[in-house]
């Protein structure tokens, strides 16, 4: 597998998680919520890698409750991945945010990122995901020499933030 096409598969992992941003659409009024869990999956996808997977245990905001994610990841990187992600949560009230941004994860699997919100619900506003990313031990298959075509990560925590 090359280098480039496991930072797309680690970076694409780390949900929620965006690219170059585009001119936000503002939401009137700021939205504040919390998610406190969920599970990101990746699978590649011939150098782009495809994401999916729920948020769970939100709370702050109206009836919403959780989220699927659904979008696209490419990047690269050695240890540290750097990805540019274009991703939605469609949120279980039926809105939906659209989340474009650059997006980091190294060996380690642990993430923290804040990725903008373009369009839809919190337009305007941030999204900060922390995930820890399950790619087993880096030191038994070499990080930057090939990796995992597909996984998991585990959502720690998703904000809504200014």
């Known amino acids: 597998?090359?280098?480039?096409?496991?930072?797309?598969?680690?970076?694409?992992?780390?949900?929620?998680?965006?690219?170059?941003?585009?001119?936000?659409?503002?939401?009137?009024?700021?939205?504040?919520?919390r998610?406190?869990?969920?599970?990101?999956?990746?699978?590649?996808?011939?150098?782009?890698?495809?994401?999916g997977g729920d948020i769970t245990g939100c709370a702050g905001h109206g009836s919403i409750n959780s989220a699927r994610l659904r979008g696209v990841s490419n990047g690269q990187g050695c240890n540290t991945m750097t990805a540019q992600n274009d991703m939605y949560l469609d949120w279980s009230d039926g809105q939906t945010s659209h989340l474009v941004g650059s997006y980091m994860t190294p060996a380690n699997g642990y993430s923290d990122n804040t990725i903008p919100v373009v369009d839809g619900l919190g337009a305007g506003q941030k999204v900060r995901v922390v995930a820890q990313y399950n790619f087993g031990d880096p030191g038994t298959w070499g990080f930057c020499m090939g990796g995992p075509n597909s996984g998991t990560a585990q959502v720690l925590s998703a904000e809504f933030l200014p």
């Open 1 to 33: 597998m090359s280098p480039t096409r496991l930072y797309s598969i680690t970076a694409g992992a780390a949900l929620a998680a965006g690219l170059l941003v585009t001119a936000p659409h503002a939401s009137a009024d700021p939205i504040v919520g």
């Open 35 to 51: 998610c406190s869990g969920g599970t990101i999956s990746w699978n590649g996808n011939g150098g782009t890698v495809d994401l």
